[in-house]
């Protein structure tokens, strides 16, 4: 087959990389066996019309695996690979969208005819054949740890921050004492008792004075006793 036949025999399908995220961070890629060769794959089909590449990974994760999730609606990569028809190969090149697990159903289309199972990011990369899906599932793992490790800064910049606001949320919702008057100094304490007594004795009436007796000798004395009548003076 010459070149120009064998870039016209290429043909591209759309796969899913079924994943979950750990409470510790730890990312898992669930692969299945493929029915002929029964070596790890990941969820892949043809294109479907009228389906976008995304949605149509989403199915093949659902009939292959029985993984129900939220799917990407870019592609996180590409690789490429032999598939094996009736009489022929042919080489696919692969889109492969990120699938969120959120549950695996109890049966699914094509449950008889394969084998799943969870790995970690190495162990998965170490499963499969294709050198390019290889490297594409480690670099998915990185950009996961790293999306982790910014989750948990972001978190804990919140709670630094909660705490430094709390007790300025608490100092403002404490009501101040209001602050009691400064006792007067005495110069002004005296000087209010003077200006009480002088009004007070504005306000009282004087009581009016006696009249003095003159001095003695003075006209204005007692008058004097006469001598009796009838008496000469000897």
Known sequence: MG???????????????PYRVRQDGAVQIRLITSRETRRWVIPKGWPMKGISPAKAAAVEA????GLVGNIAHEPVGTYTYEKRLSVRSVTCDVLVFPLKVKRKLQSWPERSQRVGFWFTIESAAAAVNEEDLKQLILEFGEQMATKWKDKLEADQQKVKAKKAAAPQ????????????????????????????GAKKAKASPQKASRPKSGPKGSGQGAPKKSSPKGKNNS
């Open 169 to 196: 949320a608490k100092k403002a919702a404490t009501p101040q004492k209001q602050s009691s008057p400064a006792p007067a100094s005495s110069d002004a304490s005296e000087g209010t008792k003077a200006d009480a």
């Open 62 to 65: 659902y009939e292959e695996a």
């Open 3 to 17: 070149v120009e036949g064998t870039q016209a025999a290429r043909r591209t399908q759309y796969a899913a990389l």
